[in-house]
């Protein structure tokens, strides 16, 4: 990956220059946020949340993104809420701003114009797993495992369900939450967790090749087919085909489609980039 610039949100305890969210992007405008806080795990503080709410809203903002890269430092991807954080004033009023506000991080994702992609080591529990099921696509190393085991502390990873049930089935996810037992990155592919799982060493070049499979794709398409693609999953398949018809209507009208279909008629590659 060819760094063109760095930012970075919020600040760690090892203060300003130890930032909570790394943000990178390429020439291609393939940006990659690393969650920062390796030491205890990668944990979604409030302080992450809203370090990483911040870069989520540029990236939305910012129509020369093609692919985002949601990646973790240290020896695990997201450990999920900070329990110590949580636990030091407990308070209803205080809990339910908490969740409402990891929901909100949760929904960016998925409200994004551009796929999202997991980059899976080590653990993923609770939220953090909850985090990998709200990216568009996944890919872990051979090694990583996956919980929401909130309900081994008395706690029913709830909000957590809702992206895993939206993943997996219905019995393999009520599993998950019911017992909090983890499973390894084959099994979480085989549930449809995860799209790939790659070797260690292996694990950025798995990355690198989805990445660059949609970057060489128009933005506007994959765009509109990913809005799409969540709208119609809630949607009674009456509505969601004619929502998809609409769509597909629209997309066709793009210079781009025409210009796709019209390489296939000619026999020759596309030329998006003048478009």
């Known amino acids: ?18 930032p909570l969210v790394r943000t990178v992007r390429d020439a291609r405008g393939v940006v990659t946020l690393t969650l920062n806080r390796p030491r205890t795990f990668n944990a979604l503080s409030a302080a992450m949340l809203d370090a990483l709410q911040a870069e989520l809203d540029a990236v939305a903002h910012d129509d020369t993104v093609r692919v985002l ?3 973790a430092e240290g020896r695990a991807f997201c450990a999920g809420h900070d329990l110590k954080e949580m636990r030091a004033q407990p308070a209803l009023d205080r809990y339910q701003a908490l969740f409402a506000q990891c929901t909100r991080v949760m929904l960016a994702l998925q409200q994004l114009p551009v ?31 996956f919980a929401v085991s909130g309900v081994t502390l008395g ?11 939206r993943n997996l089935s219905r019995k393999a996810a009520f599993e998950m939450l019911v017992t909090g037992e983890f499973i390894d990155a084959a099994r979480a592919m085989e549930q449809g967790l995860v799209n ?3 070797e260690p060493a292996q694990l950025d070049a798995e990355v690198e090749r989805l990445a660059a499979s949609i970057v060489a794709k128009p933005r506007v398409a994959v765009a509109m087919g990913k809005a799409l ?8 398949i009456a509505a969601a085909y004619e929502d998809a018809g609409r769509t597909m209507a629209c997309n066709m009208m793009d210079e781009a489609a025409l210009e796709g279909v019209q390489a296939f008629i000619d026999k ?8």
């Open 115 to 145: 796929p999202v992609i997991a980059r899976v080591q080590g653990i993923a529990t609770a939220a953090g797993c909850q985090l990998v099921a709200m990216c568009d696509l996944a890919v872990a190393a051979s090694d990583a495992r």
């Open 196 to 198: 790939r799982v790659a």
């Open 268 to 275: 020759r590659p596309p030329d998006w980039a003048a478009r």
């Open 155 to 165: 706690l029913f990873c709830s909000t957590p369900g809702v992206a895993l049930s």
């Open 229 to 236: 693609f969540y709208r119609q999953i809630e949607k009674n």
């Open 69 to 71: 890269i949601l990646a």
């Open 1 to 18: 990956m060819t760094k063109i610039h760095e930012t970075a949100s919020g600040e760690n305890p090892g203060g300003p220059s130890d």
